[in-house]
């Protein structure tokens, strides 16, 4: 039986009961679940939702459900968010002084899903629509369209994001258009870019660099974190070198409070999988400065090794590429791949053997909740470390 549209302004979005969170992974699991059974779905979800990245209130599940019964099981479609560390910057005054960075809040979007049930009439759309009003400061944000009633009540753990992001598998234009007035002002679009290498057969020694366990990854996100900061107070807002033309301000994901670690434990469950030597990061000894960390994408069958995060000169990026291919050959991995690598880097991807490309799943898309349009902000190290 087909069921009706409801009239917008009866619907709203809402925290997630337990029963309901049961319940948007029951929908999931045939779908997204693989060759995991459905209890082992679940029990994957519950045992990721008490690490870092989501403890303690930084993971959210919404429902969009009647506001008459927002409780109900039969909920019209669910998301998570991933409340996150972050910073922001803001072009100096004069040339010669620093950036302002300031530390903010953002917002990974993921599990966006409707049953097919209850596809086909707009639901997901205006969920997302909605999901403005519970992620950013409502000081940042239009009118609420008097068409959808009243907006969604604030919820603790929740608000105060000044941009979030997503990474859509069914194109561009269905998170484009859903803005929070209803406009199409949404989630743009932002460097789908992918570099890949193969790994072939050649063989080096390990002189010179250090091989890193998940436990010592830790200690290279503060690391990183620092050098990021640093980074954005230099950066020159008008360069040429970035995905818009004349940023007017720069954001980025900080890799810390378990963000960057989740990704391990999310693409090895459930595998017998392990990297060898149990690595999953490299640093060179005489420049610490130069790191990079990964995890795999285990489907197709043939599984990928996915950089998560790297940093390198154009002098040290040769070496520390040599090293990640090594060690994906030691685990039986044919195919290295990278997200966004900056500019600078691109131009060495040649003389590496790999091969650069504009992907068309996982695009990142990034929403703008401060002065300005999201248009004119650049989103940095827009990387996997902060995929969900």
Known sequence: ???????????????????????????RWPHLGGTLSLAEYITRDEEMDVLEHAKEGKMITWVLAPREDPMTLDFMCACRTYKRASLVAYSASSASEPNSVHETASYGIA??????????????????????????????????PEAWGTPPEEVADAGGGLFSVLWSDVGEEFYRSAGPGGEVYGWEKRGPVSTVWEVGTEEGDDEGWKWLTQEQLEGLWDHDAVLIRKELENMLVENGLYEVGSPTALVTCLPTNGVAAFQIPRATYGSNFSMAGGFWGVQSLS???????????????????????????EDTF??????????????????????????????????????????SEHLPQIMWYGPGTTKNVEWVHNEKFCWC
């Open 1 to 27: 039986m087909v069921q009706s549209k409801v009239e917008l302004a009866s619907i709203s979005l809402f925290r997630a009961t337990p029963a309901q969170i049961k319940e948007t992974r029951r929908r």
């Open 111 to 144: 599990a966006v899903f409707t049953p097919p049930s209850k596809r086909g009439r707009g639901y997901a759309g205006h969920m997302m629509r909605l999901l403005h009003w519970v992620i950013a400061s409502r000081d940042n944000l239009p009118e609420f």
């Open 287 to 313: 420049n610490p400065d130069t790191y990079a960390s990964w995890s795999v994408e285990m489907q197709p069958s043939s599984p990928t090794l996915i950089v998560t995060r790297l940093w390198a000169s």
């Open 318 to 359: 040769p070496g520390l590429i040599a090293k990640i291919k090594q060690a994906a050959r030691r685990s039986g991995i044919q195919k290295v791949e990278v997200w966004n690598l900056r500019v600078g880097l691109r131009d060495v991807v040649e003389k590496t053997g790999g091969r650069t490309f504009i992907r």
